[in-house]
Nanobody, 120 residues
Framework: QVQLVESGGGLVQAGGSLRLSCAAS????????MGWYRQAPGKQPELVAA???????GYADSVNGRFAISRDNTKNTVYLQMNSLRPEDTGIYYC??????????????WGQGTQVTVSS
């Protein structure tokens, strides 16, 4: 079984920065793509940023140029550096990881979510 543990959320003023971390632990053959989703109050979840094992990245248009995703494959950890935060970035941020398991299956795992609140 694989677990994802997130940290780094909190309350910040507009224009500020936060860094989220998500560590995957447990038995796995390979940690493939990792990413971050967010869900704002009353809205559907949206993909914020994702990164493949080889380092290819993708961002939502709304965060491109302000957020940066990175990962440390030796630690099975993904980070999201969030700069120039805006009130509309407020929401619960969820980490996801596509894991190739010991049973040779590709499974999507999710973290428990961390709250990010940006005040104006």
């Amino acid at each position: 079984q694989v677990q994802l543990v997130e940290s780094g959320g909190g309350l910040v003023q507009a224009g500020g920065s936060l860094r989220l971390s998500c560590a995957a632990s447990g038995s796995m053959k390979r940690n493939n793509a990792m990413g971050w989703y967010r869900q704002a109050p009353g809205k559907q979840p949206e993909l914020v940023a994702a990164m493949t094992h080889d380092g290819n990245t993708g961002y939502a248009d709304s965060v491109n140029g302000r957020f940066a995703i990175s990962r440390d494959n030796t630690k099975n950890t993904v980070y999201l550096q969030m700069n120039s935060l805006r009130p509309e970035d407020t929401g619960i941020y969820y980490c996801s990881a596509n894991i190739f398991t010991l049973a040779q299956e590709s499974v999507e795992y999710w973290g428990q979510g961390t709250q990010v609140t940006v005040s104006s």
